[in-house]
């Protein structure tokens, strides 16, 4: 499967969008499944990020329009505000049942399918990359050089007692601080977490200790 996205200025200017056709397709074994538009207004927005997984497509745009659509119909799912105008955000990532974002000084889990919030909780230390999650966690780096990983069950139980995010402190499994801002996002396996900062490091935690497997 191929995804395309067109860009809005073509809609700023008053063009039509123009899809490729069928016999472009066709040169490249490709033929056209769905087509959709993300939520936004093109003459003061543009699309952030684009991103997908095995069941949705996410469209994240500048001013925190994000379109949520079912992989296999391209039907919209849902759409939400996230953040305010001009907040800072990475692209969003997925487990199987949320996708993650973060937006601004937070992040946020929405379910994947409904569009409904899992959780918010905000951040001490800005993001500087995109939260990723396993079955358990939700690992977030930082502008600091801190790795920070969140309990899932916690995140959601707090949200839904309208705990958060007064009590944000409790929902925080560990945090691992580096010499440098973390520059790439994790990638976890669920027994190990990894993870690079500025400095050019590569660090390997145990997802549920935090307890250091390798440095090098």
Do not use: C
Request: avoid cysteine; aromatic fraction near 10%; charged fraction near 15%.
């Amino acid at each position: 499967i191929v995804q395309l996205s067109v860009s809005a200025a073509e809609a700023q200017n008053a063009r039509p969008v123009a899809l490729p056709s069928e016999r472009l397709l066709n040169q490249f074994g490709l033929e056209l499944a769905w087509w959709n538009q993300g939520t936004l207004n093109p003459t003061l927005d543009r699309v952030a990020h684009f991103t997908s997984d095995e069941d949705v497509t996410v469209v994240q745009s500048r001013r925190g329009h994000v379109t949520g659509f079912d992989n296999t119909t391209g039907r919209k799912l849902w759409v939400r505000q996230l953040g305010t105008s001009g907040d800072v955000s990475f692209p969003a990532t997925s487990n199987p049942d949320i996708v993650v974002m973060a937006v601004g000084s937070n992040v946020y889990g929405i379910h994947k399918f409904s569009g409904n919030m899992a959780w918010d909780v905000p951040i001490a230390g800005a993001p500087s990359v995109s939260p990723v999650t396993d079955s358990k966690h939700v690992y977030v780096g930082t502008v600091s050089g801190a790795v920070r990983a969140y309990d899932l069950a916690k995140l959601t139980h707090y949200y839904k007692e309208a705990l958060l995010p007064r009590w944000a402190n409790l929902t925080q499994a560990w945090v691992y601080q580096t010499g440098s801002s973390i520059t790439t996002p994790a990638v976890t396996t669920g027994l190990v977490v990894n993870f690079a900062p500025r400095d050019g490091q590569l660090y390997g935690l145990s997802a549920d200790e935090r307890k250091l497997r390798f440095r090098f």
